[in-house]
């Protein structure tokens, strides 16, 4: 927020005359505006529809209770101030309120007076746009979520160790300063004391919170790099970028990472790797719907600004858009979907919070050339079907998990007749030689994992002319996420003379 009220400051200043601040968060917002003017020496008027215009002292002006009225008795007052209106967005649908507001700024700067639109949504009518500075109000950060619980802490007199204050501090980003003390209050009046066992109160009440904006889903349990089978290339890639979000790295000169594409083939373990991305760099991972963006009723552009506030909250943080070519699809060519994309690729573009996108996609042809270039992703990587290799380290995967030991097995066998299989298959497989195992009343044997290889006909079969198609576009504008494990075999297999 400080960063904010800095450049508010710094508008007014310069006279602008009307700026929007985008926020559900009225009562901070209000009160970060107050603090704006008491340094800038402006006297506060506040109107709202319930209450009409206030001067400065607390007292009604009269004759303001509508929209239309309020501004027209903003045109009387001389002193410098700050004009702040609440949810005044839908009264300028009526003609005659846009157009006075519309006179009104322009005497706004001469008389050193800003008039501040607090709203929920960024959707100022069409007319204004050229008028009006449009400003996010960014989530709490570890600053104010500090101050809150250290207040709270003292007025209870709760002593926390620094290391505790610190994960119950960051645990709480991402929630508006009234969910944060609502938050700390259910703690409280449950008996807690803010203990280790409170945090997994703080972490439930949080993925409920974030959820509710219908398009993100807060992920607490991601995989480990070593559960992801293959990608040698990537898995490389990504273990070198691992300190790249530290002041070492800032020093040394090097920018933050600022993201990957992963496209390619479907069930090839392009969604796992955007969780085990987090894992690795022990990150919060955020998942961002982007079918939700375009099926739900309200503005799109509003749920991907209030995406970006919560994910730059968070920060640093993985956020994860999963099968983002169905966005283009299912509106990102029509109405307000192309705004929206416009918007949050100029928001990938110019990001200064560390927030690493990881965004997947199984068809990238339909994607428009300007999502994929340089400057929004550090690097595009293209997923086949894993060779023969990497079918042997996902089998041997999939068996642990199921707490069967592969070496009991010979899996070089299963290897050979898997030609074509995705890692989504190869995991299917071993489930159906499970099932076959457990009808049959016995343990699970070589047979029943070679009548399932057997049986299933891989997607690449049906899909053949497609995946041609893919790896002809990818061949020359991505990276391979795998290693090519023909010329490693080729050299190991070879003996100097």
């Not at 500090?146 to 505790?164: N, S, V």
């Not at 070198?240 to 920018?255: C, H, I, M, N, V």
């Not at 943080?317 to 966005?327: H, P, R, S």
């Amino acid at each position: 927020m400080k960063d904010l009220t800095q450049r508010i400051g710094l508008l007014i200043r310069a006279r602008y005359p009307l700026l929007q601040l985008v926020s559900h968060e009225e009562a901070r917002v209000e009160k970060a505006l107050q603090r704006v003017a008491t340094e800038e020496k402006l006297a506060v008027y506040r109107w709202a529809a319930t209450r009409g215009l206030v001067a400065p002292d607390g007292k009604p002006i009269p004759q303001s209770e509508g929209a239309a009225g309020a501004l027209a008795a903003c045109e009387a007052i001389a002193e410098p101030a700050l004009l702040v209106f609440v949810d005044l967005v839908p009264h300028l649908a009526e003609v005659a309120t846009l157009r006075r507001l519309r006179d009104l700024t322009r005497s706004l700067g001469p008389k050193k007076q800003s008039l501040v639109i607090l709203s929920a949504r960024a959707d100022l009518p069409e007319g204004l746009h050229k008028d009006a500075v449009v400003l996010d109000v960014p989530l709490p950060e570890a600053e104010e979520v500090g101050r809150l619980l250290a207040a709270l802490l003292k007025q209870q007199q709760i002593e926390l160790p620094a290391d505790r204050f610190e994960r119950f501090v960051k645990g709480s980003l991402g929630l508006t300063e009234q969910e944060i003390k609502r938050l700390f209050a259910r703690i409280l009046l449950g008996g807690g004391r803010f203990a280790e066992e409170d945090l997994r109160t703080l972490v439930d009440e949080k993925r409920s919170a974030i959820r509710r904006s219908r398009v993100l889903e807060l992920w607490d349990s991601v995989p480990a790099m070593a559960d992801v089978g293959g990608m040698d290339n990537l898995k490389g890639w990504l273990t070198q970028r691992r300190l790249g979000f530290s002041a070492k790295a800032r020093t040394f000169g090097l920018p933050e990472p600022r993201g990957m594409f992963l496209l390619g083939v479907q069930g090839c373990g392009k969604s796992l790797m955007a969780k085990a991305v987090a894992g690795l760099w022990q990150m919060p991972l955020l998942r961002l719907d982007v079918a939700a963006v375009f099926q739900s009723g309200g503005s799109q552009e509003e749920s991907l600004r209030e995406t970006v506030r919560v994910a730059e909250s968070l920060a640093p943080v993985v956020l994860w858009i999963d099968e983002i070519e169905k966005g283009f699809l299912m509106g990102g060519d029509k109405g307000g979907g192309g705004q929206a994309f416009g918007y949050f690729l100029t928001w990938m573009q110019e990001k200064s919070k560390p927030v690493f996108v990881v965004a997947t996609a199984n068809e990238v042809r339909i994607l428009p050339p300007e999502l994929l270039r340089k400057g929004r992703f550090d690097e595009i990587f293209f997923v086949d079907l894993p060779n023969a290799h990497e079918r042997l380290s996902v089998l041997e995967i999939q068996l642990r998990r199921r707490g069967r030991d592969p070496d009991r097995f010979d899996l070089t066998g299963i290897v050979e007749e898997t030609e074509r299989f995705s890692g989504a298959e190869l995991e299917q497989l071993v489930v159906a030689a499970l099932y076959a195992a457990f009808a049959a009343s016995r343990e699970l044997e070589q047979d029943d994992l070679l009548d399932a290889a057997r049986e299933m006909i891989p997607l690449a079969v049906t899909m053949d002319d497609h995946l041609k198609d893919l790896r002809e576009w990818a061949r020359p504008r991505a990276r391979p996420a795998s290693m090519d494990r023909r010329r490693i075999d080729f050299f190991s297999e070879w003996e100097a003379p």
